[in-house]
């Protein structure tokens, strides 16, 4: 008997990726925009949101676990 197993493609949304990558940090520590954007675009360097929507989405993210944050994403 074969089995055939079906494995989902994995779309990661705009949500997920920021999701996952504050996942590191805690409540009360510090975000940097910047970081979080580099892990956001080696994640899924095929991501389309553009930097500024997902800084929105980071900040929203952030303050809503009780994170500070950073914006050093244009001092590069």
């Keep these: ?26 409540a009360g520590d510090t975000v940097s925009t910047r970081a979080a954007l580099d892990a956001i675009r080696r994640m899924d360097p095929t991501c389309a949101d553009s930097d500024d929507d997902l800084v929105e989405l980071i900040v929203m993210a952030a303050i809503g676990k009780t994170m500070a944050v950073i914006f050093d994403h244009r001092s590069r």
């Design 1 to 26: 008997m074969n089995v055939v197993v079906d494995l989902p493609v994995i779309d990661l949304t705009a949500h997920d990726l920021v999701s996952s990558a504050l996942s590191k940090f805690r």
